[in-house]
């Protein structure tokens, strides 16, 4: 269907460039309305009041085009993610358009329900037809999460009347309680680790309670050995749109949020560990001929220069905890062995806030509500506790 046409022409009003806005409303006949170009008419300023005309005149083309009868709902997803694209981080991009693509816009499709007609039980209906093809309540979430703001968006530009998403009732989630290793099978696991090439990603998890892209995003100069201290202030991420977990690595110069990008002592069996790793790397800077130098300032690469993909972390973690003879336990979770430890420890819940990185106390009060408080010793002294049990072995 071809879009209805929109008219545009400047007038002056109060001394003020206006744009006057005219189009044919599908079947309720022609609206108009004005928009001030905010350009003063006594100033030399005609041209610049004809490109705000032509640019109001394209946005309400699109405007009018959406809101034609014929706009289907799964065409307006993807329009609405390429509007809004900007907005978000490049791996959120990457999960939206995904489930987009895969998902709601071919379930949609086939249904071929325009947008103008979509009720609370259309959305309703698909994530009943999703849950019943086993899908979990937290994808229900997710798909939620898309299709809750894409309707939103849609309300704001006055596409929508109001959202058929507002009233859906989501499946429940079961709370997840995070796994976690005890005193002794954290050494047990250290002890294994070493000489293997999962050693200093399972070492700074276990020192700091680091996130994965946080562990592969570390930094040589964002640690600061006379300091005893590193910060944390970037990640690594993988998700790109071409798919490629382990080609497709990439720098971001900020955290998930802004109470993760931290600051934290170093104990003593860290330092002494990454200094010398610290050397190793630069011996092989020197000697390896074909050294990949691309990521030099980072921690965690392999013996011939190449990051550590975080797909490879994910993968080999489990795999080797059980191999040890442990029970399997993701990376994260060592994040979840480092914050307990602390709590059982005695460390006050406030200070594993901030050592994690979490945005809000609840969160991590809700998280660990299952460890008690001990004691009240300085957190780095009870790493260093730990640790030396694995150095005197």
Known sequence: ???????????????????????????????QTTKSTHLRADK???????????????????K??????????????PKWYQETESDREESTNTTYKRMIDNCIAPYYREKGIKLCDLKTHDVKDFYNYKTESGVSAQTIHRYHAIIHQSLKYAVNMEYLNSNPSDKVKLPKVEKHIA???????LIALLKAIKGTNLETPVLLAAWFGMRRGEIIGLRWSRINFEKRSLTIDGVVRDKRLD????RSLYYVPHTKTAASMRTLSMPEVAI?????????????KESWPTYNHEWDDFVCVRKNGDLIPLEYVTRNFPKFCLKCGLERLTLHEL??????LMLVEGAHIKVVQVLLGHST?????NTYTHVQQKSKEPLTKKIDKIMSKVRSC
């Open 361 to 365: 106390y609840n969160l991590t009060a």
């Open 44 to 62: 030399p300023n005609k041209q610049r009041a004809e490109a705000k005309r032509r640019e109001i005149q394209k946005d309400y083309e699109s």
């Open 272 to 284: 002494t560990y990454l200094k010398n790793l610290k050397n190793e790397q630069e011996s092989r």
């Open 1 to 31: 269907m071809t879009a209805p046409k929109v008219q545009t022409y400047l007038v002056v009003r109060n001394n003020y460039y206006h744009v006057v806005i005219r189009w044919y409303n599908n079947n309720k006949g022609f609206k």
């Open 179 to 185: 796994n976690f290793y005890t005193e002794d099978q």
């Open 243 to 246: 798919g490629s977990k382990t």
């Open 64 to 77: 009018i085009t959406l809101n034609d009868n014929s706009m289907l709902v799964a065409d307006w997803f």
């Open 335 to 340: 994040r979840h062995t480092y914050a307990s």
